[in-house]
């Protein structure tokens, strides 16, 4: 049995700049109208064609990221473009609109089945992108498009039984809502009318910037608290706009967000060492966690973290975000769906931060390997769909002073050996000139994929003048930040399943200390017959 043909609606839910528009064609006597719906840009206002390789090419254009910097912050805040029936107003087939020359993408839709056969000859319907459904929207959460097409799709949602999202998660999912329409009302006592999953915010950074935008602009839930010490760091990340719908409490004051039934989720940006409690004590609330960081370092604590969610039935989300970038999404489905590249014998990463992250940040996070080298571990391991690898063998070096003095290291070279006979090899570091260095390459028997430098000017400088296009590693990945949040808002109400399961964040782990175990005796781990260490993965060096 094949793969079901994405619509357009699924195209709109996995990339936030494309939405669906829906024109009323035809207004028929007995008060029946034909639909065509369009799948277009929403910073440039074009149609845009059903094919993967068409939309990321635009995504990525000049055009489109000039008309996304000119775009109002309203205007991206807007959870749905599709137009009510009542204002859909009839557009005629000769007028100037491009309907024709974009038919790839068009969508017809009726509320009566006959009448798109019966005008079928009004319209070039021959090409592969149309399909023919009714104007009635799906009304179960079965129907509903998904951006983790690849992710499991159901999780234990006893816990969304009672929960005051369940009477709008339909029309939630399919984008339909809107900010007037459809809301979560609460009017309890703990505080005025939340519109959306009311979440929390723990620990506050310059680092964890990207992630803390995406929760305020993101339509679909609403950030209540807070909870950091230093309110200057909150200052530094949100506007005075965005702090003046937010309630900051100091971490003493946690009770009051755990308390608050208005609240459904609790996102952790705290470093591992204090991760752990913030999370044991939000599932114990009833409160689902998305931990940006590491839940921790210790197999043990963290093992107890998984635990706690099965036990309580609530997600536990690990912020493995490069999972989530359209980029690999694509890639990742031209693997394993299509087969691109035959049996992947060689993969090659590289990611070099720009700018780089502070020492103090680095090091709270467990380390280089732990800050940065586990996340491109998770992606190989991902790629390959094995575990762990057999072997593995480190070289690194600390070129500035201050990492030196924390004995670590900001520039390292892993190389791994699977037991597919894959090979890859990891280049990471905390150097890099004008602009940030993410690439990916797979290579197999059978052919090779690329993953490039995202430029939104299309031009490589490798001169030494100014940079055309700077480009930080957080604006990198600000789309697959999105995603990662809205995984974690449909794991709340039980629509999706975490993608990452406790045993895969023990053997990812497992695996980066193994790195750091290479790098600091000078000779490579066998995974397969050593014990990196059973109870404390990550331990103090002196």
Known sequence: MGRKKKTLHDYAAEFSDLAVKRHVVEQHESGERTLVELLYCRSCGIPMRVRRDRILEHLASARHYRNRRLIKQQWERKSSLITSPSDLQPVKLDSPHRLVTTSPCISITSS???????????????????????????TTADDLPSTSAIQPKIFSSGHV???????????????????????VRQSTSAGPVVRGVGLALFGVSAGCKTLCQSLVEEGRCQLLYVVEDQRWEVENVFSQEQLSHIRILRSADTDIVLSDQRVLGIVVCSPPDEASVIIVDALRAGKGVLCEKLPSLDRQIAESCFNEADRFGKPLVCGFYKRFDPALQFLYKRLHENETVGRIQQISTVSRMYPPSSVARIKAAGGVFFHSAVHDIDVVCWLLGEHAPDTIFTLGHAFCAEMAAVNDADSVSISMKF???????LDISQHCHKSCDQKLEVHGSEGSLHMDNRNPLGISDHSTSASLCLQATSDRYRDAYRELIRH??????????????KEQYLWTIQVAAAAEQSWRNGTAVDLRSEAVETSVIKTEVP
């Open 419 to 425: 037991q597919s006979g894959a090979v890859a090899s």
């Open 112 to 138: 009566n089945p006959h009448l798109i056969s019966q005008h079928q000859p009004a319209l070039p319907l021959r090409s592969t992108g149309i399909s023919s459904t009714s104007s009635a929207p799906p």
């Open 488 to 501: 974690y808002l449909r794991t709340l109400i039980g629509k999706e399943s975490p993608f990452f399961t």
């Open 161 to 183: 039984k009672n929960s005051p999202v369940s009477a709008w998660k339909t029309s939630w999912l399919m984008g339909t809502d809107t900010s007037s329409s459809v809301a």
